[in-house]
């Protein structure tokens, strides 16, 4: 397969290495795609000419590089960075929100009120997965000094902050800046918080949106599924609808997300120190004199807890599974030596 740029691919990410991936498998006829959505049953994928309809055995998700023969995906291209959170419903493993993401921007609308921990987790899933995490406050039109919150928030989570406002187009030329071509932005927040206004202003299409309730400032889902929307100027972005659970899967995601906190851990008396009750915690003195928020402590160990039993779940998921299949494997084998002399 000659390794050409493909026409409409290279404006969202398809680069040389991701090339010779495809070169790699060695068949002529498999066609490079981007899925922009995962529906049931099948996918919408991007191809050198045009958007197509194919069936997938493996699970994906919305900005996954596949590689296509025929109406079918034959294979997944590695993955550079996903963003996962804990699955929700009560099941255990992780959901896969969006693939080969390099920014996740997190929308808050500043019509309500502003949630730090909820900042702070999305940054632990945008780290874990391999992504910046940036701060989006949309509706700054209705703030009185949004500037000001961008700045608290930049200061006070060590996170990239923009206020902007879809309706009048104020801030918005800096957040497009950051979708490169070769670069995949993915939207995350709650209901309301403007995500589906904001992917129209940017990709300068029509989306359909819901008004917020004005009690609770809650909005109603109107995008209903992750969705890659490729942008005029290059890049792409990833829409997703609300989420109402953030559940973090990996320590280190953790770590990162609370490293302006964690600074002057390395002062502690004992390198393993939790920071919660161990003696000589320099993290925790540094909370005593006022340097580091205690909420801010809180939000640490229960993130830290949570993130550990997410990891404790899966290796006792992949220890069944690996136990089931050499159970398998060892009836199989018994049966084919059933008779058999050595």
């Given at each position: 397969?000659?390794?050409?740029?493909h026409?409409?691919?290279?404006?969202?990410g398809?680069?040389?290495?991701?090339?010779r991936?495809?070169?790699?498998?060695g068949?002529?006829r498999?066609?490079?795609?981007?899925?922009?959505r995962v529906?049931r049953g099948?996918?919408?994928?991007?191809?050198?000419?045009?958007?197509?309809?194919?069936t997938?055995?493996?699970?994906?998700?919305?900005?996954?590089?596949?590689?296509?023969?025929?109406?079918r995906?034959?294979r997944?291209?590695?993955?550079?960075?996903?963003?996962?959170?804990?699955?929700v419903g009560?099941r255990?493993?992780?959901?896969v929100?969006?693939?080969?993401?390099?920014l996740?921007?997190?929308?808050?609308?500043?019509?309500?009120?502003?949630?730090?921990g909820?900042?702070?987790?999305?940054?632990?899933?945008?780290r874990a997965?391999?992504a910046?995490?940036v701060?989006?406050l949309?509706?700054?039109d209705?703030?009185?000094?949004?500037?000001?919150?961008?700045a608290?928030?930049?200061?006070?989570?060590?996170?990239g902050?923009?206020?902007l406002?879809?309706?009048?187009?104020?801030?918005?030329d800096p957040l497009?800046t950051?979708a490169?071509?070769?670069?995949?932005?993915a939207?995350?927040?709650?209901?309301?918080?403007?995500?589906?206004?904001?992917?129209?202003?940017?990709a300068?299409?029509e989306?359909?949106?819901r008004a917020?309730?004005?009690?609770?400032?809650k909005?109603?889902?109107?995008?209903t599924a992750?969705?890659?929307?490729?942008?005029?100027g290059?890049g792409?972005?990833v829409?997703?609808?609300?989420?109402?659970?953030?559940?973090?899967l990996?320590?280190?995601?953790?770590e990162?997300?609370?490293a302006?906190?964690?600074?002057?851990a390395?002062?502690?008396?004992?390198?393993d120190c939790a920071?919660?009750s161990?003696?000589?915690?320099?993290?925790?003195a540094a909370a005593?004199a006022?340097?580091v928020?205690?909420?801010?402590?809180?939000?640490?160990?229960?993130m830290?807890r949570?993130?550990?039993?997410?990891?404790?779940r899966?290796?006792?998921?992949?220890l069944?599974r690996?136990?089931?299949q050499?159970?398998?494997?060892s009836?199989?084998y018994?049966?084919?030596?059933?008779?058999?002399?050595?």
């Amino acid at each position: 397969m000659p390794l050409l740029p493909h026409p409409g691919l290279a404006a969202i990410g398809w680069d040389p290495d991701r090339r010779r991936e495809l070169a790699d498998m060695g068949v002529d006829r498999l066609v490079p795609a981007r899925i922009l959505r995962v529906d049931r049953g099948s996918v919408l994928a991007l191809t050198p000419d045009g958007p197509v309809r194919a069936t997938a055995r493996e699970p994906l998700a919305a900005g996954d590089w596949v590689a296509l023969d025929g109406p079918r995906v034959a294979r997944r291209l590695a993955r550079r960075s996903e963003i996962a959170r804990h699955a929700v419903g009560g099941r255990s493993g992780a959901q896969v929100l969006a693939a080969n993401v390099d920014l996740l921007v997190v929308v808050c609308g500043l019509d309500r009120p502003l949630r730090p921990g909820r900042v702070r987790r999305f940054a632990a899933l945008a780290r874990a997965g391999g992504a910046e995490p940036v701060v989006a406050l949309t509706k700054a039109d209705l703030h009185p000094d949004p500037a000001a919150v961008a700045a608290g928030l930049r200061s006070a989570l060590g996170v990239g902050a923009l206020a902007l406002s879809a309706l009048t187009g104020a801030g918005l030329d800096p957040l497009a800046t950051l979708a490169a071509p070769d670069r995949t932005l993915a939207l995350v927040g709650e209901s309301g918080a403007g995500k589906s206004t904001l992917t129209a202003a940017l990709a300068g299409i029509e989306r359909a949106t819901r008004a917020v309730r004005q009690g609770d400032h809650k909005g109603r889902h109107t995008t209903t599924a992750r969705e890659l929307v490729p942008l005029p100027g290059g890049g792409a972005l990833v829409d997703t609808p609300g989420l109402r659970e953030v559940g973090v899967l990996d320590l280190s995601g953790v770590e990162e997300a609370f490293a302006d906190v964690l600074e002057v851990a390395g002062a502690c008396r004992f390198r393993d120190c939790a920071h919660e009750s161990e003696p000589g915690c320099a993290v925790r003195a540094a909370a005593a004199a006022g340097l580091v928020d205690p909420a801010e402590l809180d939000r640490l160990a229960a993130m830290r807890r949570e993130a550990a039993a997410a990891e404790l779940r899966a290796n006792e998921h992949e220890l069944r599974r690996h136990g089931r299949q050499g159970a398998r494997r060892s009836r199989e084998y018994a049966r084919l030596t059933r008779g058999r002399r050595d």
